[in-house]
């Protein structure tokens, strides 16, 4: 009987502190949140723009080699004029992709999540208040891999929604510059 009252109190304790853990938790979110519009951490889907849309030739010179497709000296022309439009295509794909609303409340996921595996509340809130304490050194060595962590994910998720959508506006360019 004495060894469950210890047991008891344990269980009791911990049940009472899961509401102070959770609190925590949302404190530290919104540290990390404040801290990625302070860094404006939002920057980066423009680039993620501009990153993805560099793949545009390289789908579409995957599309023409594995159709096997040779272009005459004609096609080669005609698929230099119309390239712009075809580049204009998948950067509004990726454009549209990186807007919405579901890879934007992703995205500030990832952020917030890899500013968590970082930064403690506290250090947040240091962070946050000043910059150039302690804490803000750390946020400084860290942040390269941080962003490198949160493209890195971005990217890859885009890889299964938008990289399928590319490769189709690759496919219907390559077909309209291949017809004869």
Same mark, same amino acid.
Not at 19 to 37: N, S, T
Not at 152 to 155: M, N
């Given at each position: 009987?004495f060894?469950?009252?210890?047991l ?6 911990? $049940?009472? /502190?899961l509401?102070?853990? &959770?609190? &925590?938790?949302?404190?530290?979110? %919104? ?6 519009? *302070?860094l404006?951490?939002?920057? $980066?889907?423009? %680039?993620?723009?501009?990153? #993805? #849309?560099?793949?545009g030739?390289?789908?579409?010179q995957?599309?023409?080699g594995? !159709?096997?497709?040779q272009? *005459? ?7 230099? +004029? ?5 580049m ?5 794909? &990726?454009t549209?992709?990186?807007? /919405?609303?579901?890879?934007k @409340? @992703?995205?500030?996921? #990832? ?14 809130? @240091?962070? !946050? +208040?000043f910059?150039? *304490?302690?804490?803000?050194?750390k ?7 941080i962003?490198n962590?949160?493209a890195?994910? *971005?990217?890859k998720s885009?890889?299964? #929604?938008?990289?399928?959508? $590319? @490769? %189709? ?12």
């Open positions: 009987m060894a469950s009252r210890p008891k109190a344990g269980l009791l304790a911990a $049940m009472l /502190s509401p102070l853990l &959770a609190h &925590a938790d949302a404190a530290q979110d %919104a540290g990390a949140k404040e801290l990625a519009a *302070t404006n951490i939002d920057n $980066m889907l423009p %680039a993620l723009v501009d990153r #993805t #849309t560099a793949s030739p390289i789908l579409l995957d599309y023409l594995k !159709n096997k497709i272009l *005459t000296p004609a096609q080669q022309k005609k698929a230099q +004029a119309g390239l712009k439009g075809y204009d295509g998948i950067h509004k794909l &990726a549209d992709y990186f807007a /919405s609303a579901a890879v @409340q @992703q995205f500030e996921q #990832t952020v917030v999540k890899n500013l968590n595996a970082q930064f403690s509340a506290d250090e947040l809130k @240091q962070i !946050n +208040a910059y150039k *304490t302690p804490a803000g050194q946020l400084l060595k860290q942040q390269p891999q962003g962590a949160i890195g994910e *971005t990217l885009a890889e299964k #929604t938008l990289l399928p959508k $590319m @490769q %189709a506006a690759a496919e219907s360019y390559g077909k309209s510059i291949a017809k004869k």
